[in-house]
């Protein structure tokens, strides 16, 4: 019996070396093709992969667990000057629109609230948090009348749209949805323009045809709006998707996600975190972090705990923004120590100066 033991001891030990040098070596080879890419793109997709892999890895049971060390992680810090549109008529809503969109991509790549703990068995499992990217700020842009507040960011998370939910079959670059009749009457028309239908084999068992319309805005469910001013009630505007000349696209709300609904529950449980007295100053560089939750909290959330010192000061200087943060603005915001005892599980995304989150999250060396 002790012979068989040690046997199967030794049996477990060389197929968790062999898994663990497979699983660095397809992560390896993972990285440099999706590296080839060379764009921020790939950096991304390769940070979201590889926090996806660990968090499908860390399931796999208490052996795997307690013995194999997870594939590692595979993020990049991106460096970006904005705004990232140097033409853009109005520089600050442009500034605003790259600020929330980085906080969104960077809550993305991080597994969007679903993975426990990205940050197990890596270089950053002391601190729990990452900065995803980098801001500097061009001068000649920004700020010449008026600079961007906290309550101007949050006012633009609040209402502006980040993600439309589209629930059609996709048989139509991209879009459309499939019919078993060519009029397409069975297919909700949120627009104003009949359906186009054409015969397709994309539907398989949905039906032989495929409905959809001219626009990328239409063929989203929605309608593009001729007429000056916002969207009617229960639409929202999307840039997304484009229209003809110089209409809108309205889409219904139900269909898509501000910034804040993105970011606070649209998958798992997160929040946005921002200096109570932000006020972004185009001299100043800037930085984005994903920074996990109280329940696997590294050293920046313990430094509430007490002896934190000047870092625990900084800290408790930034606020969580409530929901329908537009309406009460960055001075309503809740305490991050409030705010964790009550919400253990939620992961936060934070903006402020660079300086400011070298002290709170370090990159590793």
């Known amino acids: 019996m002790v012979l068989a033991s040690k046997k199967g001891l030794a049996k477990q030990k060389v197929v968790v070396l062999i898994l663990s040098l497979v699983s660095f070596l397809i992560a390896f080879l993972i990285y440099e093709g999706i590296a080839d890419a060379g764009s921020s793109l790939s950096d991304e997709l390769s940070c979201r992969g590889t926090v996806g892999w660990r968090g499908t890895y860390s399931q796999q049971g208490t052996v795997t667990k307690t013995v194999l060390p997870n594939p590692p992680l595979l993020c990049k810090q991106q460096h970006l000057t904005l705004p990232l549109d140097k033409t853009a008529s109005d520089p600050n809503k442009a500034l605003m629109k790259d600020i929330s969109d980085k906080m969104a991509r960077c809550w993305w790549q991080f597994g969007e609230g679903l993975v426990d703990n990205p940050f197990l068995q890596s270089a950053f499992s002391e601190q729990q948090c990452f900065q995803c990217y980098s801001l500097s700020i061009d001068n000649d842009k920004i700020g010449v009348k008026e600079k961007v507040t906290g309550d101007d960011l949050i006012k633009y998370m609040n209402e ?185 599980t939620t992961q936060y995304v934070i903006f402020a100066t660079q300086d400011e989150l070298n002290k709170l999250c370090p990159m590793a060396e």
């Open 160 to 344: 502006n749209s980040y993600i439309p939910y589209f629930t059609g079959d996709s048989c139509h670059n991209g879009a459309g949805h499939c019919s078993n009749d060519a009029s397409c009457s069975s297919v909700k028309n949120y627009g104003l323009s009949p359906w186009i239908s054409e015969k397709t084999t994309k539907c398989e068992n949905k039906g032989d045809y495929c409905c959809y319309k001219k626009t990328a805005c239409e063929n989203h469910d929605g309608y593009c709006q001729v007429s000056a001013g916002v969207c009617p009630s229960g639409y929202r505007e999307v840039t997304d998707y484009s229209c003809s000349s110089k209409e809108k696209c309205c889409i219904p709300k139900e269909k898509v996600d501000t910034y804040f609904d993105y970011i606070q529950f649209a998958k798992g449980q997160g929040a946005v975190m921002l200096k109570k007295s932000l006020v972004i100053d185009p001299k100043e560089t800037y930085a984005i972090a994903f920074m996990g939750s109280k329940d696997n909290c590294g050293t920046w959330c313990k430094l509430l705990g007490g002896g934190g010192g000047a870092i625990a000061g900084l800290l408790s200087s930034f606020v969580v923004t409530p929901v329908g943060g537009a309406a009460v603005g960055i001075t309503a915001g809740i305490a991050i120590k409030e705010y964790m005892s009550s919400n253990p």
